[in-house]
């Protein structure tokens, strides 16, 4: 055993961690080694931060922090008792991740004991204390015990997200159910025998616990299920709760559905309102499916699933550079399939993967909270293929990476990002570009690659004079237009089919379902057309007048992201996906796209004069639209454009434009020049602050505050997208480069990644990417790689082209 005089140099810079200091015991800092790698994570006893053997030594020449805590964890596999025969297949019974009855994320895995060894390790020479150790000091030894006794960071992020488990069957308890209004009207409900008050079916009925009408629910996006009659009741009655008819059971338990709170919820006293209506519980019996059998019955009833994971192929699993498969930290499979084609982008990898020695070596106080670290870290840990070997007992999955660490960092200060919830794979590419570009300050940007200008042209519809607008986007939304399907026979007769074996109880095969099928011209098509604009006001003709404006791209990415709108919200507000095929190309030329600006001989429209009337909002619809859940300025838009006319109309035009660009950006009326900031409005102190914390000056910050009315989000996008204006003491005007300063290139691509959800909604389901490997596609499905046999194009919901 080393001398214990080789502590004594450094005992002044060890320190024992309190409740609140964070011990990263679990993971290193810098790279995906933990206690289980070959060599086994180091933990300093001065910042509690965990080191991998690669970086434990940069770090003590760094810092001079020589003592650590080093951890080794033995892994021996428990034996499997012996089976009596393969027995039944488990069937999925609760639409839920982790708990009984749901989907096991660890089935079929193998179980093991864990050892683990400790040892007090100092530098230079990787001197060895072993531990438990009575004769060291006794600082070491109240370090080491607390680093032990601390809660691990992985942890608690865990208990913070809900612990891993997602729950479709959890509800809440209706706020409606308390003191429910229930109409005196002498409606008694008979035990059997119902119908829909408006239509002849006879199941799917929901009776609603107010005035006891039965009424059949929702059409599901397949076609099966109601007539939306119990949902139109609502709308016109506001009677807020009903329950499905069939599921009450005797214990006074039942699929009780909330149109107020627009969710499956909890009533406590759904006997006592059934009695109301002459229902005795203790005489019910449960005779139709539940909501969530529904939707579990749904998912397997589509053949989505097994489409999209090709299930129904011998996949040849795939290990090595670029291969590394990701855990599933719960519902993070939107987060693996954006972060594993981004890094396909050579952008992503000459920053965060060639570049990552050099991130590294600044050693910030803080590396597992420095966006850059962690996200080098991952890029790093899915090129290199160090990562990208078969799970222990496992014949297909891999080891992976865990990237609990980036998870947290890009999720921070998003409610969303960082739950346990599914969440949409295209709102989360969004955020970490901006996250991408934030942090690439005076560094290159990677998210360049995929920024493209976008040229608007809108023309006044009594001048003729025409105005141009750009601005930078990131992804290209395509519309997918149900009426341009090319199989309209096939999908009557499957529809007649399906109709068929429903009235005779049973279910047609999934491999035997026809989904409509869209061309993918006739979806730039849909994009390309005219678009009519009420309310323009056109500054030749110094009034409101009807414009028309067409949308095309000025400049032409190296890498062009194209989102189908998919995502939709039905009339009674609940989110739906189309359930389509798009014939989307392996090639592409999208020449057709190209804007050209302004034309020889073109007239356009002059500024608007500075007295332009502001626009009027109708404060009673607008906080009616907030309640809502749109974004403030959605909602301007719905007023201005509806002109205050009232809420059916506004919500209506809301319901439209839901996945335009701009939906939630600022809202400037059409017609009006924003011609930038006043430089004498004041500016909040606190808000220059934050972004002077940032990098920025703090005239930069009270230009971009200006700029954004003070909002401190909407004005780091504005620093980010007015880069070259930002020392100029010129007051930002319209634009004028049409490219905005992207790059540009020849518009024809080839198909290299596609990202696909299964499910129904965004906020259901399951996410997995296809990517064009060394000319071959590979199927990532979270830590399971492998050979893809049939890549389901024309199923997918983001599609990455390369420039050829």
């Excluded at 634009?735 to 965004?762: N, W």
Aim: aromatic share 10%.
């Amino acid at each position: 055993m080393a001398s214990l005089d080789l502590l004594t140099p450094h005992l002044s810079k060890i320190k024992i961690p309190s409740s609140q200091q964070l011990v990263y015991k679990d993971e290193c800092v810098y790279s995906f080694d933990n206690p289980e790698s070959e060599t086994g994570l180091y933990v300093s006893l001065t910042s509690f931060l965990g080191f991998g053997r690669n970086y434990v030594e940069q770090y003590f020449q760094k810092t001079g922090n020589a003592v650590f805590l080093h951890i080794f964890r033995d892994k021996i596999p428990i034996p499997e008792p012996e089976q009596t025969g393969d027995g039944p297949e488990k069937k999925i019974t609760r639409l839920a991740i982790g708990v009984e009855g749901g989907f096991d994320p660890d089935c079929g895995k193998p179980k093991f004991t864990y050892t683990d060894h400790y040892n007090v390790v100092v530098l230079p020479g990787f001197h060895t204390f072993p531990w438990p150790n009575d004769s060291l000091p006794d600082v070491v030894k109240q370090s080491v015990q607390g680093a032990l006794e601390a809660e691990s960071p992985f942890k608690i992020a865990e208990m913070e997200a809900l612990a891993g488990t997602w729950d479709g069957e959890k509800r809440e308890v209706s706020v409606y159910s308390v003191n429910l209004q229930q109409l005196n009207n002498g409606v008694k409900v008979p035990p059997s025998g119902w119908k829909c008050d408006k239509c002849d079916l006879t199941n799917n009925l929901w009776l609603n616990l107010t005035d006891g009408t039965i009424l059949c629910g929702r059409r599901f996006f397949d076609g099966s299920g109601g007539n939306d009659h119990a949902v139109e009741h609502y709308r016109e009655t506001g009677y807020p709760l009903a329950v499905k008819l069939g599921t009450i059971t005797a214990e006074g338990k039942g699929d009780v559905y909330s149109y107020a709170e627009d969710d499956m919820v909890e009533d406590p006293y759904l006997a006592d309102h059934l009695k109301h209506f002459g229902i005795n519980v203790q005489q019910l019996q449960k005779t139709e499916k539940s909501m969530v059998e529904l939707e579990l019955e749904l998912n397997r009833r589509t053949g989505e699933w097994n489409t999209l994971q090709e299930s129904g192929s011998d996949l040849r699993p795939l290990h090595g550079p670029s291969l590394t498969g990701l855990t599933n930290l719960g519902n993070s499979c939107y987060i693996n399939s954006v972060v594993q084609v981004l890094f396909r982008i050579p952008d992503f990898i000459r920053r965060y993967v060639e570049g990552a020695p050099e991130i590294f070596s600044t050693f910030p106080e803080d590396p597992a909270n420095d966006f850059n670290v962690q996200t080098a870290k991952l890029g790093v840990g899915l090129v290199s293929g160090r990562y990208a070997r078969p799970a222990d007992g496992s014949s297909g999955e891999q080891a992976g990476i865990a990237p609990h660490m980036f998870r947290r960092v890009v999720g921070r200060g998003h409610a969303e990002f960082t739950s346990k919830r599914q969440q949409d794979a295209h709102e989360f590419y969004l955020h970490l570009l901006t996250l991408v570009e934030r942090h690439s300050r005076h560094r290159s940007d990677p998210s360049e690659s995929l920024r493209f200008a976008v040229e608007e042209r809108v023309q006044c519809g009594e001048s003729g004079a025409a105005r141009y607008q750009a601005r930078a986007e990131r992804h290209l939304p395509l519309p997918v237009p149900l009426p341009a399907a090319d199989n309209a026979a096939q999908l009557r007769a499957y529809e007649q089919r399906r109709a068929a074996a429903e009235a005779s109880g049973q279910r047609l095969d999934p491999s035997q379902i026809v989904r409509p099928h869209i061309p993918f011209q006739a979806c730039l098509d849909s994009f390309m057309k005219e678009e009519v604009i009420e309310q323009f006001f056109s500054s030749a003709v110094n009034k409101k007048v009807t414009a028309r404006k067409i949308t095309r791209l000025a400049t032409f990415p190296d890498y062009l992201l194209i989102q189908l709108k998919k995502f939709t919200i039905k009339e009674d507000w609940t989110p739906a996906k189309l359930d389509v095929a798009v014939d989307m190309p392996w090639e592409v030329d999208l020449s057709v796209l190209r804007g050209r600006g302004v034309q020889p001989g073109e007239t356009l429209l002059p500024d608007a004069p500075p007295d332009t009337p502001a626009p009027v909002y109708d404060e009673a619809l607008l906080a009616k639209l907030l309640d809502m859940g749109f974004p403030v300025e959605a909602c301007k838009k719905s007023l201005y454009y509806t002109n205050n006319s009232g809420m059916e109309a506004a919500s209506n035009w809301l319901m439209e434009h839901m996945t335009d660009w701009d939906f939630d950006s600022k809202f400037e009326p059409p017609g009006s020049q924003n011609t930038g900031a006043s430089a004498n409005v004041a500016v909040d102190e606190a808000s220059v602050e934050q972004i002077t914390s940032m990098g920025f000056t703090s005239a930069q910050a009270a230009r971009a505050l200006r700029s954004t009315d003070g909002d401190v989000a909407r004005a780091l996008d504005w620093i980010f997208s007015h880069a070259d204006q930002l020392d100029s003491d010129v007051p930002s005007a319209p634009v004028q480069d049409r490219t905005l300063g992207c790059r540009d290139g020849p518009e024809k691509y080839k198909l290299v990644a596609f990202i696909s959800h299964m499910g129904t909604s965004t906020m259901v389901g399951h996410y997995v990417c296809h990517i064009l490997h060394e000319g071959r596609w590979v199927i990532f499905n979270d830590n399971k790689v492998a050979l893809s046999e049939n890549p389901p194009k024309d199923l997918g919901y983001l599609y990455l082209y390369e420039r050829l």
